[in-house]
């Protein structure tokens, strides 16, 4: 399996972790980010399908409370 799609997968699963979380949905998390995400850019993130954007990650961080680090996949 390529590297890229072990980080796309790991990204994916701490949004989602981040995200149930919260409490939020997957379109309740894309109405918090800029620019027009939508509840299936979410669910393909999620999924390890694509990667977010830097804004989106940069967004993404903020919206769940957690480091850009930590969504990386770094446990420190």
Known sequence: MPAGHDMRKRVGERIRQAREAKGLSQSGLARLLPGGAEGRDVSRWER???MPSWPNLQALA???DVSI???LGDDA
């Open 48 to 50: 390890g399908l694509n």
């Open 69 to 71: 680090g930590w969504l």
């Open 62 to 64: 903020v919206a769940l």
